[in-house]
């Protein structure tokens, strides 16, 4: 418990805001899960997913907590974390998408737990925690319309290629990477996932 302490402590946590892969994974997520929905619950599921955005700018005020920009992303972040979900509610998305928020825990936690002994680059820590953003996907998808089937298709389709892609290019981090090398190997990442995120609605789509 006192190496998870020393690890975890707010304000020494890399901040997640300044990852711009997790930020692809996250968008390309709810853009999925919207366009898994139905045409008439695309709003609605735009709104859904700003509530996982809340989150995940909750998650960096934690991690700048010393800092004066704290405040304004922890503001920004509860807004968007508790607004963007009651405006989805309104626009008549389905409830069930707070029960497929909840699958958000397992992840999460399992990203901690690597974070807290292996680190915050580590593989488990970054694939668990792209896995949890993913499911900002079904979440979309179900308040959009989509059906049970639908929203958990579009997750398994998503879920393991991002889990995968993110734990096999930690393993190749080091201290020979450039910024250029991040900055070319993260549009070929980027362009993989739209790329997939792409077939897997339209597949989803005609299963589901």
Known sequence: MGRMRRRLVPGRIPDPLRAH???VYLIVSILAGAL???????????????????VFVLAGSLAIASRPAARARL?????????????????????????????TGPPALAAAWFASRRGFLSPGALAFGVTALVVSAPAAASAGGASPRRALL???????????RTWRLARTLGREWTRERFVRRGLFESAIAVAWAAVAVAVTRMLG
């Not at 045409?39 to 700003?50: D, E, I, K, N, V």
């Not at 974390?81 to 009651?86: I, N, Q, R, S, Y």
């Not at 405006?87 to 389905?94: I, R, S, T, V």
């Open 21 to 23: 892969g997790a930020w």
């Open 36 to 54: 898994t929905g139905e045409p008439r619950g695309f709003p609605a599921a735009l709104l859904a997913g700003g509530g996982f955005v809340g």
């Open 75 to 103: 503001a920004l972040g509860l807004v968007l974390a508790v607004g963007a979900p009651l405006l989805a509610a309104g626009l008549g998305a389905d409830r069930s998408v707070l029960l497929v928020a909840l699958a």
């Open 154 to 164: 579009i997750l398994a389709a998503l879920a393991p290629l991002f889990f995968w």
